[in-house]
């Protein structure tokens, strides 16, 4: 089986695993891909593969459910998934030259390439259209994380592509820069985790 038939197998078998523990009355579901953060793709692939992530959300009774499946990394690298408010990418996935900031972001879980270059994980919490956070100490008003990225877990990993210092994405609050991370929709310019745009608005909200 080469490279391709092996990710192209991953991705069924995900997508099964998924659908197996999908609640049987899920109402709303999605697939999406999340982009390499160009300056640090070959820090983060495997040989000459294209790292590829794919995520699938399936909205629940109580909770949500979400599985990441990729390949093309390199083997044993780290990460920390987060759920955030902004991108650092453009609907075409290139870098967004006006973005300043992540915004509002939500550790959710651990990711580690195996030996074939492959990432696995899942989530069982509220991800669809709701998920937010707030703070009344800061003045931070209801915000919403509808992007989902990874970040590399050892600042390490990244020097060779010119990464210095560190960023907070990791439990320990030492961690490297973003892997990859989900692209905004081209008209409303929100994250993938919204499902129900309301482009009543301006700029377009969720329906929660």
């Known amino acids: 089986m080469n490279k391709r038939t092996t990710s192209a197998a991953l991705v ?42 794919t995520v699938t959300v399936g909205q629940g009774a109580l909770a949500d459910d ?11 690298l780290a990460f920390d998934l987060f759920t955030v408010q902004r991108s650092s990418l453009r ?9 300043t900031n ?8 651990d990711l580690e390439a195996n030996s074939m270059g492959q990432i ?10 709701q998920i937010f956070g707030f703070d009344p100490d800061v003045v931070l008003p209801p915000t919403n994380t509808f992007h989902v990225g990874f970040w590399f877990n050892n600042p390490a990993n990244a020097t060779s592509c010119g990464f210095s210092g560190f960023t907070p994405f990791n439990g320990e ?36």
Do not use: E
């Open 66 to 76: 979400l599985t990441i499946i990729g390949s093309g990394i390199k083997p044993g």
């Open 173 to 208: 609050h030492h961690a490297g820069p973003l892997a990859m991370i989900s692209l905004p929709n081209a008209t409303t310019n929100l994250g993938p985790l919204c499902l129900s745009p309301n482009t009543s608005t301006h700029p377009a909200t969720c329906n929660p």
């Open 102 to 109: 992540f915004g509002l972001a939500w550790y959710q879980t």
């Open 91 to 99: 609907a075409d996935g290139s870098l967004d030259p006006n973005f």
């Open 120 to 129: 696995f994980g899942t989530l069982h919490t509220i991800l669809i259209n």
């Open 12 to 53: 069924v078998l995900g997508l099964a695993i998924f659908s197996a523990n999908l609640p049987a009355n899920a109402q709303l579901q999605r697939t999406f891909v999340l982009k390499p953060n160009p300056p640090f793709l070959n820090c983060l692939r495997w040989k000459s593969l294209t790292p590829t992530a």
